[in-house]
């Protein structure tokens, strides 16, 4: 999977991004496992509105209810942290 980052001079930089299991997967999975509430961490320095709306919805369908929701670092070739509009 890749995303787009726009750079400063209007270009556009193809980013590859790692597949791996996401939060809710693996909360799921060890809920589902060994029977504890697990409390998965969001990263939504990068998420849209949406895509954080969506997150603790998937979550809540699981029943998942403790999330600590995190701003992120910057980008790592960013030099400041830059929200997502």
């Known amino acids: 999977e890749y ?3 726009e750079r400063e ?5 193809k980013i590859a991004i790692r597949k791996r299991p996401g939060t809710v997967g ?4 060890i809920m589902n ?3 504890v ?3 998965p ?3 939504c320095g990068g998420f ?3 895509e954080t709306e969506n997150a603790l919805i998937d979550l809540q369908f699981l029943g998942i209810d403790n999330v600590l929701a995190l701003r992120g670092d910057s980008i790592k070739t960013e030099a400041t942290f ?4």
């Open 3 to 5: 995303i787009y980052k």
């Open 9 to 13: 001079n209007g270009l556009l930089e």
């Open 26 to 29: 693996i909360c799921a999975a």
């Open 33 to 35: 496992k060994y029977h």
């Open 37 to 39: 509430d697990a409390v």
């Open 41 to 43: 961490h969001l990263i």
């Open 48 to 50: 849209s509105r949406e």
């Open 82 to 85: 830059k929200p997502h509009a």
